[in-house]
């Protein structure tokens, strides 16, 4: 099973990945995870990587992608893999058919998560973070006994930069831009498969599976 994982900010991408990618006994490649790697270990893509970061700039496609050549060329991809975060434009849509062209493995199908943009803006932006322990509470959903402190270890609760509404708001934005033109292009390539992000971890989970079980 060869996998994408796509979806807007806060589907709740990497809890499913981390399920389905258990289920089908696949590894889950995270471009976040494959970044961390890189910069941990100093490897010259890690170096490239830290010189845009450190000025604040997004990393180059062209450093993405040869990071995600690079994981792909391991030897652990026997089942499959289920990628997460990657590709997120049409140029590294492209750039990851081409690679799995030279592979002669196509991709299996394209999974989107798919959520109202109120829900959206609801999930995100009603998350509180522990300063101290980092636990992620939820103004609607996961409500600490004092809107003001961690239940866990009486921390300061606070609102992340990027769960405000109006980060949130450019995010989608962001998303609309770029990323919904693959879910499009994947469409008419017949590998896109869309499941509601709604309801619990567990439905969506069961949801996914059974939607992929068309797959094989």
């Known amino acids: 099973m060869r996998l994408v994982l ?7 991408k990497g809890t499913q990945a981390q399920f389905l990618a258990s289920h089908y006994s696949i590894p889950h490649i ?13 490897t010259p893509l890690g170096i490239q990587a830290k010189e845009f970061m450190d000025r604040g ?4 496609d062209s450093v993405t992608n040869e990071m995600i050549r690079d994981r792909l ?13 990657f590709p997120r434009n049409m140029t590294q ?7 799995l062209a030279e ?28 300063r101290n322990c980092g636990k992620v509470w939820h103004s609607e959903f996961e409500k600490p006994a004092d809107p003001h402190k961690c239940d866990l270890c009486q921390g300061e609760l606070y ?6 509404e109006e980060v949130v708001t450019r995010r989608l934005e962001v998303y ?3 990323t919904v033109p693959i879910i499009d292009f994947y469409r008419t390539e017949g590998l896109l498969i869309t499941i509601s992000a709604t309801g619990s971890v567990s439905d969506i989970t069961e949801r996914a599976i059974t939607a992929l079980g068309r797959v094989h």
């Not at 796509?6 to 709740?12: R, S």
């Not at 995270?30 to 100093?42: H, M, P, Q, V, Y």
């Not at 700039?57 to 180059?60: A, F, M, S, T």
């Not at 199908?109 to 509180?128: D, F, M, Q, T």
């Open 6 to 12: 796509v979806g807007p900010p806060g589907a709740g």
């Open 30 to 42: 995270s471009t976040g995870d494959i970044f961390r790697a890189n910069l941990k270990e100093g």
């Open 57 to 60: 700039e997004y990393v180059p």
């Open 73 to 85: 060329d391991k030897d652990d991809l026997g089942n499959g893999f289920l990628l997460d975060g």
């Open 93 to 99: 849509a492209e750039v990851l058919r081409a690679i």
């Open 103 to 130: 592979k002669r493995t196509p991709l299996s199908a394209v999974l989107e998560l798919s959520l109202p943009k109120e829900e959206i803006i609801l999930r995100l932006s009603g998350r509180r973070t522990c």
């Open 159 to 164: 609102q992340r930069e990027d769960d405000k």
């Open 176 to 178: 609309q831009e770029q």
